[in-house]
């Protein structure tokens, strides 16, 4: 059992509170999921010769006290105008070029240090401890930006550890959650990996988040990527996906994870229990409906 959260802001005025409306929607899931929780925030994007990478140090020996500065300097000849903004033992990294040659060379100064998220977008947090622990850790109350994906973790079928809390990302500027149960999970890495999609866990949120995003990056657009979900993807599953420009959910054919929704003119919000909801202003007001099975739900930023 866990917890999922969604919070897309209609109006720009908005954007400043983004973080102040989504966390009581996290810390209203703490009973579905106590062990871990995170979550990815959607800015305003880089301008396009520019990306951002969402780092985590907690699994180095340094921890909170890494050292991101010998870190900037040992990217210089990758990425010379690289800068970082560090909360806790994360840090968003950003600079001019591609991700990939960054991240690997990242990979070669310390193999560690974990690779959250890449993209002009996307930002990426997520820890051990309950939901309201990693919202003061990083701070997640003052984040701004368009749209959010977050998630509470009760761990079922695999171990507690920071790399298999949600969210779970794959290529640029898309990112997944999951309520629920994959019984094919093997089945899809084996599809994908003599594709040469690399997996980091074990996690079978993961295989479905690399599922979805291969098919992106072949070309389907987003609802054809879901749709191909619904056919590959076996199991209990409430989905809850964000991109650069897109909220998305979608449930399995017989939608035994829960989920409701709340729609006003000034936001979309989305949670595993109407209760994580009921603080947003206009909810008196708001379109409040449970999601069909087996349909796909897509909202523009």
Request: aromatic letters at 8%; glycine letters at 8%.
């Given at each position: 059992m866990c917890g999922i959260v969604g919070l897309l802001v209609k109006k720009p005025a908005l954007r400043e509170q983004l973080g102040a409306l989504m966390v009581p929607m996290l810390i209203g899931m703490t009973e579905r999921g106590p062990d871990s929780a995170g979550l990815a925030v959607f800015t305003d994007p880089l301008a396009d010769t520019r990306r951002k990478l969402s780092l985590y140090s907690g699994m180095t020996e340094a921890g909170s006290d890494y050292d991101w500065t010998a870190l900037v300097a040992a990217l210089q000849t990758v990425a010379p105008d690289a800068r970082a903004e560090i909360k806790a033992?994360?840090?968003?990294?950003?600079?001019?070029?591609?991700?990939?040659?960054?991240?690997?060379?990242?990979?070669?100064?310390?193999?560690?240090?974990?690779?959250?998220?890449?993209?002009?977008?996307?930002?990426?947090?997520k820890d051990i401890g309950t939901p309201a622990q990693v919202a003061e850790r990083y701070g997640f109350g003052g984040l701004t930006g368009s749209h959010l994906v977050g998630h509470t973790r009760m761990a079922t079928e695999s171990a507690v550890t920071p790399d298999r809390a949600h969210p779970f990302t794959?290529?640029?500027?898309?990112?997944?959650?999951?309520?629920?149960?994959?019984?094919?999970?093997?089945?899809?890495?084996?599809?994908?990996?003599?594709?040469?999609?690399?997996?980091?866990?074990?996690?079978?949120?993961?295989a479905a988040c690399r599922f979805l995003e291969w098919r992106l990056r072949e070309g389907d657009e987003l609802k054809e990527a879901l749709q191909k979900g619904f056919e590959e993807l076996d199991g209990f599953f409430t989905f809850l996906m964000g991109t650069s420009t897109e909220l998305a959910l979608i449930r399995d054919p017989f939608a035994c994870k829960p989920a409701v929704v709340a729609e006003t003119d000034d936001y979309v919000a989305i949670a595993s229990e109407f209760r994580s909801l009921a603080h947003l202003p206009g909810i008196k007001h708001a379109k409040v409906f449970e999601p069909a099975p087996e349909e796909m739900y897509v909202w523009k930023a």
């Amino acid at each position: 059992m866990c917890g999922i959260v969604g919070l897309l802001v209609k109006k720009p005025a908005l954007r400043e509170q983004l973080g102040a409306l989504m966390v009581p929607m996290l810390i209203g899931m703490t009973e579905r999921g106590p062990d871990s929780a995170g979550l990815a925030v959607f800015t305003d994007p880089l301008a396009d010769t520019r990306r951002k990478l969402s780092l985590y140090s907690g699994m180095t020996e340094a921890g909170s006290d890494y050292d991101w500065t010998a870190l900037v300097a040992a990217l210089q000849t990758v990425a010379p105008d690289a800068r970082a903004e560090i909360k806790a033992n994360h840090a968003v990294l950003s600079f001019s070029g591609v991700a990939a040659p960054v991240a690997a060379a990242i990979k070669a100064h310390d193999a560690k240090l974990a690779v959250l998220s890449a993209g002009r977008s996307i930002e990426l947090y997520k820890d051990i401890g309950t939901p309201a622990q990693v919202a003061e850790r990083y701070g997640f109350g003052g984040l701004t930006g368009s749209h959010l994906v977050g998630h509470t973790r009760m761990a079922t079928e695999s171990a507690v550890t920071p790399d298999r809390a949600h969210p779970f990302t794959a290529g640029e500027d898309f990112c997944l959650v999951h309520n629920g149960s994959l019984s094919n999970p093997n089945g899809i890495r084996r599809k994908l990996e003599p594709r040469g999609i690399h997996f980091e866990t074990d996690n079978d949120t993961e295989a479905a988040c690399r599922f979805l995003e291969w098919r992106l990056r072949e070309g389907d657009e987003l609802k054809e990527a879901l749709q191909k979900g619904f056919e590959e993807l076996d199991g209990f599953f409430t989905f809850l996906m964000g991109t650069s420009t897109e909220l998305a959910l979608i449930r399995d054919p017989f939608a035994c994870k829960p989920a409701v929704v709340a729609e006003t003119d000034d936001y979309v919000a989305i949670a595993s229990e109407f209760r994580s909801l009921a603080h947003l202003p206009g909810i008196k007001h708001a379109k409040v409906f449970e999601p069909a099975p087996e349909e796909m739900y897509v909202w523009k930023a």
